[in-house]
T-cell receptor
Framework: EAQVTQNPRYLITVTGKKLTVTCSQN?????MSWYRQDPGLGLRQIYY???????DKGDVPEGYKVSRKEKRNFPLILESPSPNQTSLYFC??????????FGQGTRLTVV | GIQVEQSPPDLILQEGANSTLRCNFS?????LQWFHQNPWGQLINLFY???GTKQNGRLSATTVATERYSLLYISSSQTTDSGVYFC??????????FGKGTRLHILP
């Protein structure tokens, strides 16, 4: 089954404790991206990647890192999480930056 | 950067009604997509429509790129159509910008 898989689905952590949210797709898509969704602000792109070893900043990259060592994986890294990074995070992939398939979301709470 | 505005922000309709959702964008775009986020939070791609008209069952979409807007039509609404509808555009740099969405509530 074609899918984008994010883990974990829910995470509560403390300020400053490094964390990684994994994202994996099995559709051989070149394009992958991360979004955060906040009430009243909609979805905002954090980082995107057009291919392996190619990553670019989206609209809100501060406080986040990504890597694209393999085509199928695109982890989101928060080196030192802060409460303002409490949000709902989505990973997406697509054959180009067109028809995006989304993961089920990761709800992150930073206390 | 490009601005994406969706209207109306909220819409409440009776089951069976038709609806039109609008997406305006402030500059020319390379592509435009419509998504549905269901009440459980799942995001589903509906249309990739940088220009022209497409139909999929009760849903159809039209983008008039020269006038910088896109419309999503939902006919014979069902309660399962409830949720938030987003449009998203790429202005040519591969960065994707979402509108803030239209929240649709279909009453049984």
């Amino acid at each position: 089954e074609a899918q984008v898989t994010q883990n974990p689905r829910y995470l509560i952590t403390v300020t400053g404790k490094k964390l990684t949210v994994t994202c994996s797709q099995n559709m051989n898509h070149e394009y992958m991206s991360w979004y955060r969704q906040d009430p009243g602000l909609g979805l905002r792109q954090i980082y995107y990647s057009m291919n392996v070893e190619v990553t670019d900043k989206g609209d809100v990259p501060e406080g986040y890192k990504v890597s694209r060592k393999e085509k199928r994986n695109f982890p989101l890294i928060l080196e030192s999480p802060s409460p303002n990074q409490t949000s709902l995070y989505f990973c997406a992939s697509g054959p180009g930056n067109t028809e995006a398939f989304f993961g089920q979301g990761t709800r992150l709470t930073v206390v | 950067g490009i601005q994406v505005e969706q209207s109306p922000p909220d819409l409440i309709l009776q089951e069976g009604a038709n609806s039109t959702l609008r997406c305006n964008f402030s500059d020319s775009v390379n592509n435009l997509q419509w998504f549905h986020q269901n009440p459980w939070g799942q995001l589903i791609n509906l249309f990739y429509i940088p220009s022209g008209t497409k139909q999929n069952g009760r849903l159809s979409a039209t983008t008039v790129a020269t006038e910088r807007y896109s419309l999503l039509y939902i006919s014979s609404s069902q309660t399962t159509d409830s949720g938030v509808y987003f449009c998203a555009v790429d202005e040519g740099d591969d960065k994707i910008i979402f509108g803030k969405g239209t929240r649709l509530h279909i009453l049984p």
